[in-house]
C-alpha cells in the first residue's frame, strides 16, 4: 500500500501531463491491478477455500480494498485542495 502511496504522490508533483505523471500514474494502477488479481484467487495450496477460511479470505481483500479506497480518496481530497 506504501507503493501506491508513493506512486501518487509523486503523479501529484510532476507536472500535469507530463511523462512522469503518467508513469507514476501507471505504476501505482498497476500495482493496484497485481493486487486485485491475486485476491481474486480463492485458491491456497491448490485447495478451493471454504466456510471459515473463505469468510477469513473474504474479510481479509474487503479489508484491504477499503484501505485502498482510503489511499485514492486522501489523494482526491489533495488533488482538489491544490486546484
Avoid: C
Amino acid at each position: 500500500m506504501s507503493f501506491v502511496k508513493r506512486m501518487l504522490l509523486r503523479a501529484r508533483e510532476s507536472d500535469i501531463g507530463s511523462r512522469d505523471q503518467y508513469f507514476f500514474e501507471s505504476a501505482a494502477l498497476g500495482t493496484v491491478k497485481g493486487m486485485v488479481s491475486i485476491w481474486a484467487d480463492d485458491f491456497h495450496r491448490g485447495e478451493k477455500l471454504k466456510g471459515h477460511h473463505l469468510n477469513r479470505w473474504a474479510k481479509d481483500v474487503l479489508k484491504r480494498v477499503q484501505e485502498l479506497d482510503e489511499i485514492f480518496k486522501e489523494d482526491e481530497k489533495i488533488r482538489k485542495e491544490e486546484k
